[in-house]
């Protein structure tokens, strides 16, 4: 069991570790990322066969080396995968896998770190956790009870095991739109939203609203009002799949079900129906457990400055959203936020060592 000692680590081995680390290689900081997957990609490996990006590959890079251009219009998860993959091998990026780190403590001068492969210590600490390993199920009475099939969107790969079947999508984002559009080839479907689906005019994607947040980012950084209500990230992004969907009149929702029962739900109106499976396709926490034994958290929640931790200098938090820098959820907008967290890590090791 290793009792190592690095500088900064980086807990995490997805897009925002890569980026995070691509800066550090220019410094004489040692680091090391710590991943518990077994192969390079991060969460695009769990994600489901047919994902693709929202965006053309020369909008999807991290800092350094474009992503290949792809043989289709948007970069398949397959090719992200690869591509994070051979980022990786460019940049001779130091990583260990499979290694979960369980817990953090910080005794006042350095962070040691609890892993599957003994114990780590550093002086400055990236998490770069993601979001997939928290997928929100929400709390429907009789939810229990159900005996057929559930799943997160987390966990849905493909739609083999659903063909015939009645199946409930639960959701009205990107995902749910997507799995809908899937689903619904092969089995009778269901979309359950609470509020009525946004959808984007076709002709944008996520170039176009990268740009339209980037506008609205630097307006509100100098002060200026920006209305962007129509073209909020959050709106589902009209991809091949989901404009299919529309042309086969299958994008259909109804408002979300009050409770459920061992074979179906129990809609709003007191009515019932039955399916074979139900598809959660209803968000993501950031995956900070690891981090719960510093004692820092609020409602599951740490409280950050951008991606400096309020409560423990030398703590960073990169990759989680908007809450930890604009855009940092995405290939693209990760840079600067990795980039910033290495500048505040050479200024935050002067002042401690
Ligand atoms: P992740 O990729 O989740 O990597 C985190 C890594 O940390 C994982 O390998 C995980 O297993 C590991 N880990 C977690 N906990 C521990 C621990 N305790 N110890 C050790 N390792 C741990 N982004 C785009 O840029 N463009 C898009 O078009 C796009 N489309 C999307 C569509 C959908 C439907 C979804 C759900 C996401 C999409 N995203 C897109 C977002 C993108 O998938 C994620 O934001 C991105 O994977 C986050 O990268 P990350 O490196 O922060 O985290």
Redo the contacts with the bound molecule.
């Keep these: 069991m290793t009792m190592e000692a690095f500088d900064v680590i980086i807990?995490?081995?997805?897009?925002?570790?890569?980026?995070c680390a691509y800066f550090l290689r220019r410094t004489d900081l040692s680091y090391i990322i710590?991943?518990?997957?077994l192969y390079a990609?991060?969460?695009?490996?769990?994600?489901?066969d047919s994902?693709?990006?929202?965006?053309p590959s020369e909008y999807?890079s991290l800092p350094g080396w474009m992503m290949p251009k792809s043989q289709s219009k948007?970069p398949t998860k397959n090719e992200?995968i690869s591509y994070l993959a051979a980022y990786e091998e460019r940049y001779k990026i130091q990583v260990r896998r499979?290694?979960?780190?369980?817990a953090v403590y910080h005794n006042g001068l350095e962070f040691e770190l609890n892993?599957s492969a003994g114990t780590y210590r550093c002086k400055a600490l990236i998490s770069?956790?993601?979001?997939?390993?928290h997928p929100i199920i929400p709390d429907v009475p009789g939810k229990e009870g159900y005996q057929g099939t559930q799943l997160h969107?987390?966990h849905y790969k493909n739609a083999n095991d659903l063909i015939g079947k009645r199946v409930l999508i639960v959701g009205n984002?990107?995902?749910g739109a997507?799995i809908l559009a899937e689903v619904s080839k092969v089995a009778t479907t269901v979309w359950a939203v609470q509020k009525e689906p946004e959808y984007l005019p076709d002709e944008v994607d996520?170039r176009v609203l990268f740009d339209i947040a980037s506008a609205k980012y630097h307006a509100l950084q100098s002060g200026k009002d920006f209305d962007a209500k129509q073209y909020s990230l959050g709106n589902i992004?009209m991809v091949p799949s989901v404009v299919d969907a529309r042309e086969r009149d299958v994008l259909h929702y109804r408002k979300t079900f009050q409770s459920m029962t061992p074979t179906g739900v129990i809609w709003e109106d007191g009515t019932t129906q039955d399916f074979d499976a139900i598809i959660w396709c209803t968000g993501?926490n950031p995956?900070l457990?690891?981090l719960k034994s510093l004692g820092i958290m609020k409602d599951q929640q740490i409280e950050t400055t951008e991606t400096k931790c309020n409560a423990l200098p030398g703590l960073y938090l990169?990759?989680?959203?908007n809450k930890t820098g604009f855009a940092?959820?995405?290939?693209?907008?990760?840079s600067r936020s990795a980039r910033s967290t290495v500048n505040d890590i050479i200024e935050h090791l002067k002042h401690t060592k």
Excluded: C, K, M, R
């Excluded at 807990?11 to 980026?19: D, N, V, Y």
């Excluded at 990609?41 to 489901?48: C, F, H, N, V, Y």
């Excluded at 994902?51 to 965006?55: A, K, V």
């Design positions: 807990i995490g081995g997805g897009q925002s570790a890569l980026a710590l991943d518990d997957q990609g991060g969460a695009w490996q769990q994600a489901w994902l693709t990006l929202f965006s999807s948007f992200v499979p290694v979960e780190v369980n892993t770069a956790t993601g979001n997939w390993n969107s987390a984002g990107n995902s997507q996520g992004v993501f995956a457990d690891h990169v990759g989680y959203g940092s959820a995405t290939l693209i907008g990760v």
